[in-house]
Nanobody, 119 residues
Framework: QVRLLESGGGLGQAGGSLTLSCVAS????????MGWDRRAPGKQRELVAK???????TYADSVKGRFTITRDVDKNTVYLQMNDLESDDTGVYYC?????????????WGQGTQVTVSS
């Protein structure tokens, strides 16, 4: 079982910054990737950013150049630095993690943390 503890988020100003963090704990052999999804009001859940064990990073086009994902391998923690916030960044942000090997690889999601950007 994997537990994800998210922190950060809250209310931000357009053009401002917020930082999210997420710690993975529990029983797992290895982390394949960690990242963040979000669900904006009235929209489907989407990938925001993901970083794999070999440090391959993927960003949604809408956040490229503004958001930065990093990870602390020793602490099983992933961070999302969000700069130059826009109103469209408003939504619930979910930490994601994929653990395990091969066919046993499994994805988990956190409870979500609200990010609200005011203009």
């Amino acid at each position: 079982q994997v537990r994800l503890l998210e922190s950060g988020g809250g209310l931000g100003q357009a053009g401002g910054s917020l930082t999210l963090s997420c710690v993975a704990s529990g029983t797992f052999f290895s982390i394949n990737s960690m990242g963040w999804d979000r669900r904006a009001p009235g929209k489907q859940r989407e990938l925001v950013a993901k970083i794999t064990s070999d440090n391959t990073i993927t960003y949604a086009d809408s956040v490229k150049g503004r958001f930065t994902i990093t990870r602390d391998v020793d602490k099983n923690t992933v961070y999302l630095q969000m700069n130059d916030l826009e109103s469209d960044d408003t939504g619930v942000y979910y930490c994601t993690v994929n653990v395990g090997k091969g066919w046993a690889a499994t994805g988990y999601w956190g409870q979500g943390t609200q990010v609200t950007v005011s203009s």
